[in-house]
């Protein structure tokens, strides 16, 4: 089927769409237990946690690897494509990052298929491991370049985290679409950094946020999923 020059750009927006079903608005990434224990509590926290989660986890762990995954399923790949799932999942430092992970797979893989993009059926059980191997293979087969495919998750995931903020602090929405204009700013800038790593240098390093997921795994009164 062809591709028309704007349907990229459109079909990046469905991937990184708050409705498309893949289960991310349930999820806080330990952010709620951050919040219980007192760690966060006002806007200016919130946008510190994100920011340091940005910094030292999406854009060193989880944006370079995409970029792989979207070579990958470029060029027809799955074994590569295995590869750096192993490479992501291992970077989830617990059990409830890990499966957060697998069940978003799941889901987008199962849109993949009801798509019926080329070869899904092939590659599911590959791209139901992770979410970022499904948007990274989509992505490649509708022609949405590399870089755009970080833009889009980049923007998807931080919307995410900071509609959770705004729940669970709580923050008005004007605080919390203030902190997305500050930090929308420096998406492109973590994208463009996490392009030039080396296989080497790729790694999160967000102890606070291990701290937070493991204990929110156990948290008594959870309004997001573990």
Request: aromatic share 8%; hydrophobic share 50%; net charge negative.
């Amino acid at each position: 089927m062809a591709i028309t020059p704007t349907e990229p750009l459109l079909r990046l927006l469905h991937l990184v769409s708050p409705t498309l079903p893949v289960g991310a608005f349930t999820y806080s990434q330990g952010l709620e237990w951050a919040v219980e224990a007192g760690w966060v509590g006002d806007a200016n926290d919130l946008e510190a946690w994100i920011r340091d989660q940005l910094a030292h986890s999406l854009a060193a762990l989880d944006l370079p690897l995409l970029s792989r995954m979207h070579a990958a399923a470029s060029a027809n790949d799955p074994g590569a494509m295995e590869g750096w799932i192993d490479w992501l999942l291992a970077g989830r430092e617990t059990a409830e990052l890990r499966l957060e992970e697998a069940n978003r797979g799941r889901a987008l893989a199962e849109l993949i298929g009801a798509w019926g993009l080329q070869a899904a059926a092939e590659w599911r059980p590959t791209l139901a491991r992770s979410q970022a191997a499904g948007l990274a293979y989509a992505a490649a087969l509708w022609d949405i370049p590399a870089r755009d495919a970080l833009l889009g998750y980049a923007w998807g995931w931080l919307e995410n985290l900071t509609l959770a903020g705004i729940k669970i602090v709580p923050l008005g929405q004007t605080a919390g679409q203030r902190l997305l204009g500050r930090l929308i700013a420096e998406i492109s800038g973590y994208v463009g950094s996490a392009l030039r790593l080396d296989d080497g240098e790729i790694g999160a390093c967000s102890p606070a946020l291990a701290i937070a997921s493991s204990r929110h795994e156990s948290q008594y009164t959870r309004l997001f999923r573990s």
